[in-house]
């Protein structure tokens, strides 16, 4: 199959969160398999990093934003069997974040992501290669399938080109106003509420859903979710359902080459499940010395790795810490809502040795975060499918999550008699009294030591990789192309 897959980040390259991760590892597991050429689409941003070899492709071409014509430029690197080519313009694209200011997102957004979709279709055609399959990942390039399907419907080239919708987080959806459909390009006519038309402007989340010959998200569960909860669908449960015999739920996996903790290089020891009590010890210790954390070894130390927003639910742990800080310590990682940066730090401040708060995205100290910690608690309002509680169970630190999502896919939670399946804790109620006192649950068993480590050797023997995944994507790739 010729494949491309078109993102707005993809690790190692560019990014702010999971998406970057699965884009990232699902190019190299298909670009793994016999038959598959795999192309990678990226936009061209300031802060790319590892492309020090980068080839330019001769020539710029162009593409129409509204009454305006932008001109666009192509490089690429050879990332193992993967071709990689960076869309560039640096009116969009050469800024110091991806999506937004300091202050909110970038009052241009639909500009920089009508001129990203149609410079994945006409790059293709810049280069010469014929795409079987397009998969598309989230609202950035939901306008993909709305192109091939109007303005280039009757284009010899991409004749033969079907297109997946990948949805990563149905809560973030390209909604603009009526303009940026004008800006796109595609006919009036076509302004329909069955079509393009939401709410009086545009959806580009909607575009695809609506456009594209196959849709998925993250996790099965979460598919059924969108559809049938009104408030995780985010308003489009019932154009979901509407298309429900081309909507599949697969679940993500993780890169077992990047999350390995026997070979992880900024680990003091790596360790596999027969030396996790010791592995884990070591990289407690060393974490709490990096993190000015009082080393307690009897105590459990809850990590915490996330984006800090609503949706993550982390405003309602901020009285948990407060309350529990005398039985376990807290080490945070993450960056997002400027209220709960200040609940975090203050909390830092006011009970240090026991609570440390890391601004930031750092990947060495997520790795770290995930070796060293007991638990890691993830108290989601809703989680298309979560990676972090993915992660942890490979580091032998058990989740401690929502009954909600994807993590309903991979987590198998604790009930008394059952230790011999049990990976991890539910919370049950999702109140602030039903996160406090599973988490007090959760530190019970954690001082029954050979309950505990069945958990913790449980979690370890988890197949998390994407092998199984990966086929299921390409199971959906043929079942879109017959």
Not at 52 to 73: A, F
Not at 164 to 187: C, D, E, M
């Amino acid at each position: 199959m010729n494949i491309v897959l078109a993102a707005s980040e993809a690790f190692p390259f560019c990014k702010t969160g999971g998406l970057a991760d699965v884009v990232g590892a699902l190019c190299q597991q298909f670009a793994a398999r016999k038959g598959n050429k795999v192309l990678l689409f990226l936009p061209h941003y300031r802060n790319i990093v590892r492309v020090s070899s980068l080839k330019i492709v001769p020539g710029v071409y162009l593409i129409p934003i509204g009454d305006r014509i932008e001109q666009v430029s192509l490089s690429y690197i050879n990332w193992g069997s993967v071709l990689v080519f960076f869309v560039g313009n640096r009116k969009y694209f050469d800024r110091p974040d991806l999506y937004r200011t300091p202050s909110g997102e970038f009052s241009d957004n639909d500009e920089r992501f009508i001129l990203f979709s149609r410079a994945v279709l006409e790059g293709c055609k810049f280069i010469g290669f014929r795409p079987d399959l397009i998969h598309c990942h989230d609202w950035q390039t939901g306008l993909i399938p709305a192109y091939l399907k109007t303005v280039y419907k009757l284009d010899a080239f991409f004749t033969r080109t079907r297109s997946l919708y990948t949805i990563h987080n149905i809560a973030y959806q390209g909604h603009f106003p009526y303009s940026a459909f004008r800006k796109a390009g595609f006919h009036p006519v076509d302004y329909t509420s069955e079509k393009f038309e939401y709410y009086g402007g545009i959806s580009f989340l909607k575009s695809g859903i609506v456009f594209a010959d196959k849709i998925n998200t993250v996790s099965p569960n979460y598919a059924r979710e969108v559809q049938l909860d009104p408030a995780i669908g985010f308003g489009l449960g019932g154009l979901l359902q509407s298309r429900s015999h081309h909507f599949y739920g697969i679940v993500n996996g993780i890169d077992t080459d990047v999350w390995d903790p026997e070979l992880d290089p900024v680990l003091p020891v790596g360790y596999d499940i027969s030396e996790v009590t010791s592995g884990k010890a070591a990289a407690k210790q060393a974490l709490c010395q990096q993190c000015k954390l009082t080393p307690q070894p009897d105590k459990p130390l809850i990590g915490i790795v996330s984006r800090l927003d609503y949706q993550k639910g982390l405003d309602m742990a901020v009285g948990l810490i407060e309350k529990l800080q005398d039985k376990v310590q807290f080490v945070i990682l993450g960056k997002g809502d400027p209220l709960l940066e200040k609940a975090f730090q203050s909390l830092a401040r006011n009970h240090a040795g026991s609570v440390s708060f890391n601004e930031g995205l750092n990947e060495e100290l997520a790795h770290r975060i995930y070796a060293g910690a007991d638990m890691l608690l993830m108290p989601s309002r809703f989680e298309p499918c979560g990676l972090s509680q993915l992660i942890a169970m490979k580091y032998g630190t058990i989740p401690v999550v929502s009954h909600v999502g994807g993590l309903v896919d991979t987590v198998k939670g604790y009930q008394p008699g059952k230790e011999e399946t049990a990976t991890g804790f539910f919370i049950e109620p999702f109140t602030e009294t039903g996160i406090l006192r599973t988490v007090e649950r959760a530190i019970s068993i954690f001082e029954d030591k050979t309950i505990w480590m069945r958990l913790v050797r449980n979690a370890m023997r988890q197949d998390l990789s994407w092998d199984r995944s990966a086929e299921m994507y390409l199971a959906l790739y043929r079942k879109t192309l017959s």
